[in-house]
């Protein structure tokens, strides 16, 4: 059990362009989740699998992000046209599910909009 | 919708005593659960423990108990003999059981232990 991994561990990108994250969860874990989160504030959530299963996404998300879990193993989380208010720690985390959410996080990515 | 609410922004605790980190949450819902993580400055979120809404006793882990009470829907994390290592942020989060079980998160409290 190498726990959850998340690449790359920070990026910096300038405005306009699009950035791509990979999540890879514990491998019997079939919930993942990403959550962003902001200095001084808390995981905001963002959307959720079950397996292959995207289940919901925040209503706060804009049409700029997308997510996606293929084969219900690792999950990417892709934004299109950065904004510097993207700018943020994204964070992965996955949970057996069945009643048991005991979160498991990657260390999470740091994404710098210049 | 849920709402975790996390009053104190930031607590100072003496080396060696108790805290108390207060957490109230709003639900409609019969079964949900409850959850503290610690995030120290390197940015790790470590799971610290756990109630569920059906459970009679509150939780221990450790030095960590959570103080639930139920009918003022407030799950308040205890931390005994206070240590260096626990300067940290601190949330409380809650899992619903409605639609997709989501988990959310409360804007956390900064625990700093003086020497």
């Known amino acids: 059990d190498t726990g959850v991994s998340q690449n790359p561990r920070h990026k910096i990108t300038k405005r306009g362009q699009n950035v791509t994250f990979r999540c890879d969860p514990i491998s019997e874990h079939n919930r993942l989740y990403w959550y962003r989160q902001t200095l001084g504030q808390g995981p905001e959530f963002l959307t959720y699998?079950?397996?292959?299963?995207?289940?919901?996404k925040s209503r706060l998300l804009s049409d700029r992000f997308s997510a996606e879990r293929p084969k219900g193993s690792f999950s990417t989380l892709e934004i299109q046209r950065t904004e510097q208010g993207d700018s943020a720690m994204y964070l992965c985390?996955?949970?057996?599910?069945?009643?048991?959410?005991?979160?498991?996080f990657g260390s999470g990515t740091q994404l710098s909009v210049l | 919708a849920q709402k975790i609410t996390q009053t104190q922004p930031g607590m100072f605790v003496q080396e060696k005593e108790a805290v108390t980190l207060d957490c109230t949450y709003d639900?409609?819902?019969?079964?949900?659960?409850l959850f503290w993580y610690k995030q120290p400055s390197s940015g790790e979120m470590i799971f610290l423990i756990y109630q569920g809404s059906y459970d009679e006793q509150n939780a221990t882990e450790g030095r960590y108990s959570l103080n639930f009470q139920k009918a003022r829907k407030s799950a308040n994390l205890v931390i005994s003999a206070s240590q260096l290592g626990d300067s940290a942020m601190y949330f409380c989060?809650?899992?619903?059981?409605?639609?997709?079980?989501?988990?959310?998160f409360g804007t956390g409290t900064k625990l700093q232990v003086i020497p």
């Open positions: 699998f079950q397996n292959e299963a995207q289940l919901e």
């Open positions: 985390a996955s949970s057996l599910g069945e009643g048991n959410e005991k979160l498991f």
């Open positions: 639900t409609s819902d019969q079964s949900y659960g």
């Open positions: 989060a809650m899992r619903e059981a409605r639609g997709y079980q989501k988990v959310t």
